[in-house]
């Protein structure tokens, strides 16, 4: 039985990125078509099978301990720039300036789309929803030097808009135009406050 529901969502991408070189600069290139591959993008930052453990996971790991990648590509949702562009007073928000990989337009609430959903390109290409990516500083300083005295802002406003990080369950193809589909896990939601099976109630 699929454990995997196609839904009727869908999400067009307006936009590719690649970052080279995250120490030079957290601003992505634009590009209009990508291959993608299982160890991501190749000559992405944060392409590989592996990648040291940050910050995000530091409750199950060390700093710098080498853990399975999922974090091989950031995608951000149109809508979701745009309320963070208009709560911090901007005409914009550019997904480059975020370090990017993909803009998809057209999913709702975007950034809380449940853990292992799937987004599925044309040809069968498949990334795995992760989880939720959190606001940091990184894109706070390159916002900053777009616009001076904006950049401490972005923290506030991107909350619960950040979109979410992605890994590659199927080679292939992305281009910009591409629509991706919209898979969820078929399962109810985690009821951990409910008693234990046997327990009594």
Same mark, same amino acid.
């Given at each position: 039985m699929p454990a995997l529901m196609p839904t009727d969502f869908s999400g067009r991408i307006t936009w590719l990125g690649r970052v080279a070189d995250r120490e030079a600069t957290l601003e992505a290139e634009p590009l209009q078509e990508v291959a993608v591959g299982f160890a991501g993008?190749?000559?992405?930052?944060?392409? +590989?099978?592996? $990648?040291p453990s940050c910050s995000r996971v530091l409750s199950q790991h060390p700093r710098n301990t080498v853990i399975r990648n999922v974090r091989q590509f950031s995608i951000v949702s149109a809508e979701e720039l745009g309320l963070i562009a208009t709560q911090m007073g901007l005409e914009r928000i550019e997904p480059a300036w975020l370090g990017a990989s993909i803009l998809v337009e057209g999913l709702p609430d975007f950034t809380h789309l449940p853990p292992s959903s799937?987004?599925? +390109?044309?040809?069968?290409?498949?990334?795995?929803?992760?989880?939720?990516? $959190?606001?940091?500083?990184?894109?706070a300083k390159v916002i900053e030097g777009v616009h001076p005295g904006f950049g401490k802002?972005? @923290?506030?406003?991107? @909350? +619960?808009?950040?979109?979410?990080?992605?890994?590659?369950? $199927?080679? #292939? $193809?992305?281009?910009? #135009?591409? #629509?991706?589909r919209l898979h969820i896990p078929d399962q109810r939601a985690w009821q951990g406050d409910l008693p234990l099976f046997g327990e009594a109630g």
């Open positions: 993008v190749a000559g992405e930052e944060h392409g +590989g099978l592996t $990648r799937r987004l599925q +390109g044309p040809d069968g290409v498949t990334l795995v929803v992760d989880m939720e990516n $959190r606001p940091c500083h990184l894109p802002a972005f @923290k506030a406003a991107a @909350k +619960g808009r950040r979109g979410v990080t992605a890994w590659v369950e $199927r080679e #292939g $193809r992305l281009s910009v #135009g591409d #629509g991706l």
